[in-house]
C-alpha cells in the first residue's frame, strides 16, 4: 500500500470551476512533489516543495496553485484550466529535497478531465 | 538538461520469460529509481539504485555509473509484471534538487 494518499482519485470540472487536488504522506518526509502525466507519455515534474518552501517551478501556468500548509499536506489548486490540463496527477514525497540517497515515493494520483 | 533514454519502447513476452530492460543517461546521477506503472496509475518504486547491484525477488538491476547505464532484469515473468516500467535519474547539480527526470519507459505486455 502507498504511503503517499491522493484525493480524489477521479475529477470531472469545468473550465470555469475550481477545484483542489490534495495529498498526504505521514512518513516525516520534508520534500514533496507534483507531477503531470499525459497518456501515454513520462510524469513531468511540476513542483517541489522543500521543508514547506516552493523550491521549484518548472513554469507551470497560474492556473495551477500548489500550496503545502504544514509538512505533510500538499495541495494543488486548480482555476480555469483548460482541456488540454487532463492528466493524471501524481503526489510525491521524499525525505529531502537536495540529498542523494532520498528515493522517491508516489501517490496513486488523480485522474483529471477537464470539460 | 540531463537525457534518459529507454530501450526497447515496446515489449512482448510468453509467461516464464525472461527480459532485460536498459535505461541510458546523458549525465552523471545522484539519484536513479525504476519504477512500474500499474494500469491504475500508480507508480511503484522497485529499485533506488543509483550505482552497484540489487535484487528484489525475480526482479533485479544493475546500474553501471561510470558508463551512464541501468539494466532491470525480469525472470520468469508473470501476467501481473505487465505495465510500464520507468527509469529516473537526478543530475548531481545541487542546484537541480531531487529533480526527477523520467525516461520514455517501456511498456511491457506478459502473455499467458
Known amino acids: 500500500d502507498t504511503e503517499v494518499t491522493q484525493t480524489p482519485k477521479h475529477l470531472v470540472m469545468g473550465m470555469t470551476n475550481k477545484k483542489s487536488l490534495k495529498c498526504e504522506q505521514h512518513?516525516?518526509?520534508?520534500?514533496m512533489y507534483w507531477y503531470k502525466q499525459k497518456a501515454k507519455k513520462p510524469p513531468e515534474l511540476m513542483f517541489v516543495y522543500s521543508y514547506e518552501k516552493l523550491s521549484i517551478n518548472e513554469s507551470v501556468p497560474s492556473r495551477f496553485s500548489p500550496e503545502c500548509p504544514n509538512s505533510s499536506l500538499l495541495n494543488l489548486h486548480l482555476h480555469a484550466l483548460q482541456p488540454e490540463d487532463s492528466a493524471l496527477y501524481l503526489c510525491?514525497?521524499?525525505?529531502?529535497?537536495w540529498g542523494s540517497g532520498n528515493t522517491i515515493y508516489f501517490g496513486e494520483g488523480s485522474w483529471l478531465t477537464v470539460v | 538538461g540531463i537525457q534518459v533514454e529507454q530501450s526497447p519502447p515496446d515489449l512482448i513476452l510468453q509467461e516464464g520469460a525472461n527480459s532485460t530492460l536498459r535505461c541510458n543517461f546523458s549525465?552523471?546521477?545522484?539519484?536513479l529509481q525504476w519504477f512500474h506503472q500499474n494500469p491504475w496509475g500508480q507508480l511503484i518504486n522497485l529499485f533506488y539504485?543509483?550505482?552497484g547491484t540489487k535484487q528484489n525477488g525475480r526482479l533485479s538491476a544493475t546500474t553501471v555509473a561510470t558508463e551512464r547505464y541501468s539494466l532491470l532484469y525480469i525472470s520468469s515473468s508473470q501476467t501481473t509484471d505487465s505495465g510500464v516500467y520507468f527509469c529516473a535519474v537526478a543530475s548531481m547539480i545541487k542546484a537541480a534538487g531531487n529533480k526527477l527526470t523520467f525516461g520514455g519507459g517501456t511498456r511491457v505486455l506478459v502473455k499467458p
Open positions: 510525491a514525497s521524499s525525505q529531502d529535497a
Open positions: 539504485i543509483p550505482s
Open positions: 512518513m516525516g518526509h520534508r520534500a
Open positions: 549525465d552523471s546521477v545522484n539519484n
